[in-house]
């Protein structure tokens, strides 16, 4: 049974270009979370999803950030003209359901520079 | 709101000897606590999880946890390390009407042999 994957593992772009992070969840688990991981600090809360839907958006910045989960393919979360400051580690989550006790399977991670 | 701080960035033990990563939470709610295991390279990895059940945790390879609500704090703890051990450990702390897991910054463990 394949984890959660993502994809690319390292992307790099210069500043204004843009990024698109891929997640796709493990088998059976409908309900995605974006999590960001800046130097020297902790895993912050971005965005939870479920299949066409975003339920909850509280963590990410209102401009430049967006995230969806379409019916058919890996969520996907997109940042426009990208900043020196968006240089992170972007973690995919995912769980069968939104029980809080529910364990969330993290994926790799995608490492964006930006230069 | 909910935050964890782990004391320690870096801990450095030798191979036989005890592992104790200290995690210490704020919430205002009975926290639903977890540790997650770190590989280089790798996803993030469930260790264990306190869910309100016995305050002390077992969980994979060897590592077990205690809550201990007087004191805030969930510690790690493995009696003997193993090379294999060296990763970094992250505490994390929800509630039961939340899903949003509350990081801290995380520690990385070398192991000497």
């Known amino acids: 049974n394949a984890g959660v994957m993502q994809n690319p593992r390292h992307l790099v772009r210069r500043r204004g270009q843009e990024a698109r992070l891929r997640c796709s969840p493990m088998k059976g688990h409908s309900h995605v979370y974006w999590y960001r991981q800046l130097p020297e600090e902790g895993l912050k809360f971005m965005v939870y999803l479920q299949k066409e839907n975003i339920i909850d958006e509280s963590g990410m910045p209102k401009e430049r950030f967006s995230a969806e989960f379409p019916k058919e393919g890996p969520s996907i979360l997109r940042i426009q003209q990208v900043v020196r400051g968006d240089s992170a580690a972007y973690f995919c989550?995912?769980?069968?359901?939104?029980?809080?006790?529910?364990?969330?399977?993290f994926g790799p991670g995608t490492r964006l520079t930006v230069l | 709101a909910q935050s964890v701080t782990q004391l320690g960035s870096h801990v450095s033990v030798s191979e036989g000897a005890l592992v104790l990563l200290r995690c210490n939470y704020s919430s205002s709610v009975p926290p639903y606590l977890f540790w997650y295991v770190q590989y280089p390279n790798q996803g993030l990895q469930l260790l264990l999880k306190?869910?309100?059940?016995?305050?002390l945790v077992k969980g994979i390879n060897g590592f077990e946890a205690e809550f201990k609500k007087s004191e805030t704090s969930f510690h790690l703890t493995k009696p003997s390390a193993h090379m294999s051990d060296a990763a970094e450990y992250f505490c994390?702390?929800?509630?039961?009407?939340?899903?949003?897991?509350?990081f801290g910054a995380g520690t990385t463990v070398t192991v000497r042999a």
């Open positions: 306190y869910t309100s059940a016995a305050t």
């Open positions: 989550a995912s769980s069968p359901s939104v029980a809080s006790t529910d364990t969330q399977y």
């Open positions: 994390a702390v929800t509630n039961n009407n939340d899903y949003k897991l509350s």
